[in-house]
């Protein structure tokens, strides 16, 4: 990978109908098994495939900077996030249960929370690893098989989590792997022994998703796009603002669908902000990510790379500055020239209806934009269609509970900037989606309840 970025890694065939059906069958199989078993079985199963990632930390963290692009120190970071879900799911699984009613004459209710079957989960390519586990968690611990297709551009390292859970014991097929585009995908949603469906990717095939999986009453779970607004108080402290930015818009080379590309900078402290924020982007290490000392890794692929460019382009013609970056950086090693990449950039003098500001651009592009007053800048925060994430930076704690409450977003910071522990449910409202991944929120969508009355005397008949 070192010596040829830009080049194919490896080839992979696409699952047709026939493979889709011979993997949902296979996990149809395994699902009789595991959905019999305890909470307590399927934990210590669970938390042997935690073990074995976190053992494995670095070999899988090298194959996901491989795979995806991104710095292997972000990469470390994400592996470190997969187990610690499969850890915490694991916890719960022999937790779960339903509850006792009392009834009048001795009579009672109770509810059993029991899996769905069959469940598929269709990932991203920004978090190729962390998506599946974030699926398989909870799906998993509530005793569901599970059918996982990753996105075509990272197909590799989802694989290596489909023998992890095999090794770890895990009935076979129960965690198939199949790969492919939109045609594999299509198949998934259509088969009728699927249970349910989890998708994170964009709004268009997002809402595709939900068509297909309405023809057959499939419960569905959408993690989708976002333009999340960043809003900086003046009262707020400015280095711990810039690094939020910082976090908020170049993770991943800025291809994460809940950064805060929009940032509100209130006017008293504008140039101070946004002089700090382009002195700390331009000193980022842009290159081979593989690199100890490299902070942003190469984009995904040429076709993205060139419609983030074209974002540029667009926002150049609509009047915003380049404040800097925004440019194609060829690193010095030549072996590294078919690379993706690109420097960081900052746009100024942006307005509410530019498009940088308006489209979700998935790239390490930070849009400023100044505000004067807490009820302006919510109205424009929220002047979107996206509501997947925000963010508050202040000392004003009141005022930070205030403005977050008044977001219309489902994951909401303050004084900081993409933390997604796995304790707290993340998920958005409006065009970003619907469910909920992580946290105990999770088990509701990947379980359901079934109601059981028992009339403790004889049955009062109106006939």
Known sequence: FKTCPGRVLCKLPCSGEKEVDLAVQSAKAAFKIWSQMSGMERCRVMLEAARIIREQKEEIAIMETINNGKSILEART?????????????????????????????????????????????????????????????????????????????????????????????????????????????????????????????????????????????????????????????????????????????????????????????RKILDTFTKEVVKRTQKIKVGDPLLEDTRMGALINRPHLNRVQGFIKQAKEQGAEVLCGGDLYVPDDPKLKNGYYMRPCVLGNCKDDMTCVKEEIFGPVMSILPFDTEEEVLERANDTKYGLAGGVFTRDIQKAHRVVAALKAGMCFINNYNASPVELPFGGYKSSGFGRENGRAAIEYYSQLKTVCVEMGDVESVF
């Open 78 to 266: 994400d592996i470190d996030v997969s187990w610690q879900c499969l850890e915490y799911y694991a916890g719960l699984a022999g937790s779960l249960a339903g509850e006792h009613i009392q009834l009048p004459g001795g009579s009672f209710g109770y509810t059993r929370r029991e899996p769905l079957g069959v469940c598929v989960g269709i990932g991203a390519w920004n978090y190729p690893f962390q998506i599946a586990c974030w699926k398989a968690g909870p799906a998993l611990a509530c005793g569901n098989a599970m059918v996982f297709k990753p996105s075509p551009f990272t197909p590799i390292s989802v694989v290596r989590l489909a023998e992890i859970f095999t090794e770890a014991g895990v009935p076979k097929g129960l965690f198939n792997v199949v790969q492919g585009g939109a045609a594999t995908g299509q198949f998934l949603c259509h088969h009728p022994d699927v249970a349910k469906i989890s998708f994170t990717g964009s709004v268009p095939t997002g809402s595709k998703i939900m068509e297909m999986a309405a023809k057959g009453i499939k419960p569905v779970t959408l993690e989708l796009g976002g333009k999340s607004p960043l809003i900086i108080f003046s009262d707020c402290s400015l280095d711990n603002a810039v690094n939020g930015a910082l976090m908020a818009n170049f993770l991943t080379q800025g291809e994460v669908c809940c950064n805060g590309t929009r940032v509100f900078v209130e």
